[in-house]
C-alpha cells in the first residue's frame, strides 16, 4: 500500500494509473498501517529486504505466493520509476498471466462447441458470427428492463451464495449504468455499485455472468469472505488487497469467470451458449492484445480478428483495443483467460466432499494460479 500512495501521488503528474491506483480497492485502513515512500530506491530496498525473508513465509502455498508476488512488485515499480518493461515480461511476471497467444486449436475447439450448442438451439443459418448474434439477439434484454433483471439475478445469486460459498448477508449492490469505458461491467465495491457499461447489448444470461462475476460470488463475496477471515484470525493480512493489476489478479479474475460455475448455475441452453462464449472471447481477447503489443498486429487487423473469431459487439472490440495499448492494464486482458483456466482445473479435480475446503482455500487466500494448483484435500472432511 505504500506503493499504492507513492504512485497516485506522483500519477497527477503521469496519470499513468489513472484514478484507480496499484490497489483499487482495499479494505485495511483501519487494520495495516502503509509505510510511506518519497522514492522508488526506498522502494526497492524493501522488496530486496522482503526477498531475504522469504524462508520465514509459510505455509508452503503462501510461500509460493509471495515470491511471485515480489516479483511482480519489481515489475510495476520499473514500470512506475520510467521504465518500460516488455508487453512479454509484464504477461509473465507482472500479472502472472500466460504468454503467447492462446493456442489456435484451443480456440477452434470452442467454437466448435459453440457451433454444435447453437445447432442444438435451432440456430443454424449463416457462420458461426452470424449465429451468435442471432443468439444473443434471442436472449436481448432490453434498456428499459436491465434493471428488474438486474435486480432478480441478484437475488438468486446472493442466496445460491449464501448456501454454497458465504453468507454475506444484508450487502446489496445498486446497478449503475455508464458509457465510454473500456469494460463490460465493473464492482465499484466502496459505492455500492455494480458498474455496467450499456454501450454493450446484454443478454440474461450474460447478465447472469456480470452479476456472478462482479457479486455474488465473484469480486464482492471475495472482499467480503476475506475480510471476515482475518478478523476471525484465520486469514493473512495479504487478503485485504483485491484486483489489483498484479499477479494476485489472475485468480481474482479466475474467481469472477468461473462464478456461474462455483455457484452450479447453469441452468438451460442459454446458460451453456454463455458460458462457451464467455471462454472463446476471452481466449480471443488474450491472443488479440498479444497480436497487437507483442507482435505488432495493426489495431484493424485486431479489431477484424476479435470480430471473425469471437463475433465481439462494436463497444466490447473498441474498449479490448483500448486496454491492451495500456501501459499499465494493458497485461491484464491475460489475466481473465489464465485464471479462470487455473480455478476451472482445481475446480474439475475436487471430489464433491471436499468443496468446502476447496472454497476456503480458493477465498480465504491470495492466490496465484501456481499457489493454487497446490491445493490438495485434507485425508479426513468433518461434515
Not at 485502513?29 to 513465509?57: C, F, K, M, S, T
Not at 438468486?156 to 446489496?172: K, L
Request: contains cysteine.
Amino acid at each position: 500500500m505504500g506503493i499504492d500512495g507513492l504512485e497516485r501521488r506522483q500519477s497527477r503528474e503521469s496519470g499513468l494509473l489513472d484514478t484507480e491506483g496499484l490497489v483499487p480497492i482495499y479494505l485495511g485502513e483501519d487494520l495495516v498501517e502503509p509505510r510511506n515512500y518519497d522514492n522508488w530506491w526506498h522502494v526497492e530496498d524493501d522488496l530486496n529486504a522482503l526477498q531475504d525473508r522469504l524462508g520465514e513465509v509459510t505455509p508452503h502455498h503462501r510461500n509460493v505466493f509471495a515470491t511471485e508476488m515480489i516479483l511482480s512488485l519489481r515489475v510495476a515499480v520499473r514500470l512506475f520509476a520510467g521504465s518500460s518493461p516488455s508487453f512479454e515480461v509484464k504477461v509473465r511476471d507482472l500479472v502472472g498471466g500466460p504468454t503467447g497467444a492462446v493456442d489456435p486449436e484451443v480456440i477452434d475447439g470452442l467454437r466448435d462447441t459453440l457451433d454444435g450448442l447453437l445447432r442444438r438451439r435451432g440456430i443454424v443459418r449463416g457462420d458461426l458470427p452470424q449465429r451468435i448474434a442471432e443468439w444473443e439477439q434471442s436472449d436481448f434484454v432490453p434498456p428499459a428492463q436491465l434493471e428488474g433483471v438486474f435486480r432478480t439475478l441478484m437475488d438468486q445469486a446472493r442466496d445460491r451464495t449464501a448456501r454454497m460459498i458465504f453468507d454475506c448477508g444484508t450487502f446489496d449492490m445498486a446497478l449503475n449504468p455508464i458509457r465510454d469505458a473500456p469494460y463490460s461491467a465493473r464492482c465499484s465495491f466502496a459505492e455500492r455499485k455494480m458498474d455496467l457499461n450499456v454501450d454493450h447489448d446484454f443478454t440474461r444470461a450474460g447478465m447472469k455472468h456480470l452479476v456472478a462475476h462482479e457479486v455474488f460470488p465473484g469480486h464482492a463475496t471475495q472482499l467480503l469472505y476475506t475480510q471476515a477471515r482475518l478478523l476471525e484470525g484465520r486469514a493473512y493480512p495479504e487478503v485485504l488487497l483485491c484486483t489489483a493489476n498484479s499477479v494476485l489478479g489472475c485468480v481474482q479474475e479466475g474467481i469472477g469467470d468461473e462464478s456461474v460455475e462455483l455457484l452450479d448455475w447453469i441452468e438451460d441452453e442459454n446458460d451453456m451458449i454463455q458460458a462457451e462464449l464467455r471462454r472463446l472471447r476471452s481466449a480471443a481477447q488474450t491472443s488479440a492484445a498479444w497480436y497487437l503489443m507483442h507482435d505488432g498486429w495493426d489495431a484493424d487487423a485486431v479489431a477484424d480478428y476479435l470480430r471473425q473469431t469471437a463475433a465481439g459487439q462494436e463497444p466490447w472490440i473498441e474498449g479490448r483495443l483500448r486496454m491492451a495499448a495500456h501501459p499499465f492494464r494493458g497485461p491484464f486482458i491475460a489475466s481473465y483467460w489464465g485464471g479462470a483456466v487455473a480455478v476451472r482445473a482445481v475446480r474439475e479435480r475436487t471430489r464433491p466432499e471436499h468443496r468446502r475446503e476447496f472454497i476456503e482455500y480458493l477465498y480465504a487466500n491470495t492466490h496465484s494460479p501456481s499457489s493454487l494448483d497446490l491445493f490438495q484435500p485434507s485425508a479426513t472432511v468433518s461434515a
